[in-house]
């Protein structure tokens, strides 16, 4: 059987201010325990790019870091400092494991973001901007 909340309280505050203050305390430290404990990310769920085009797309002609959101069963971020890349299909691009891609040249690939048995397949377009020019 639990006891309501507001009946220990009240039988607290009548045996005496200083074990209400430690009950207070208690009950502050056991809720901030439960709050972290609650926000603790779970295991990795699923692999997501962020936006909503579906693809990457690189314009840079210097490396650039592919991005890809790890999530848990209940999608929440999770570190996604394991994620490894390779390219799987398509033109030739220069491709880190730790997903770096330089694009010094227009291309299409397709690359696969690995996180133990979880994998997502990733249409990369490189389309390489050199420079822009501004007329007034």
């Known amino acids: 059987?639990?006891?309501?909340t507001h009946v220990v309280m009240h039988v607290?505050?009548?045996?005496?201010?200083?074990?209400?203050?430690?009950?207070?305390?208690?009950a502050a430290s056991g809720a901030a325990?439960?709050?972290?404990?609650?926000?603790r990310a779970g295991e990795p769920a699923r692999l997501t790019l962020p936006g909503t085009s579906g693809m990457a797309i690189v314009?840079?002609?210097r490396a650039s870091q592919l991005a890809v959101q790890v999530r848990d069963a209940r999608g929440r971020p999770?570190?996604?400092?394991?994620v490894r890349f390779?390219?799987?299909?398509?033109?030739?691009?220069?491709?880190?494991?730790?997903?770096?891609?330089?694009?010094?040249?227009?291309?299409?690939?397709?690359?696969?973001?690995?996180?133990g048995a979880l994998?997502?397949?990733v249409p990369l377009r490189c389309r390489p901007i050199a420079a822009f020019l501004a007329s007034e």
């Open 86 to 115: 390779r390219q799987v299909a398509g033109d030739p691009v220069r491709l880190t494991d730790r997903g770096l891609v330089t694009c010094d040249r227009r291309a299409d690939a397709e690359v696969e973001a690995s996180l």
């Open 78 to 82: 999770v570190d996604s400092s394991g």
């Open 33 to 39: 325990l439960l709050a972290l404990v609650g926000c």
């Open 119 to 121: 994998r997502l397949r």
């Open 12 to 26: 607290v505050m009548h045996v005496g201010a200083g074990l209400h203050r430690r009950v207070r305390r208690a």
């Open 1 to 4: 059987m639990e006891i309501p």
């Open 59 to 61: 314009h840079g002609i």
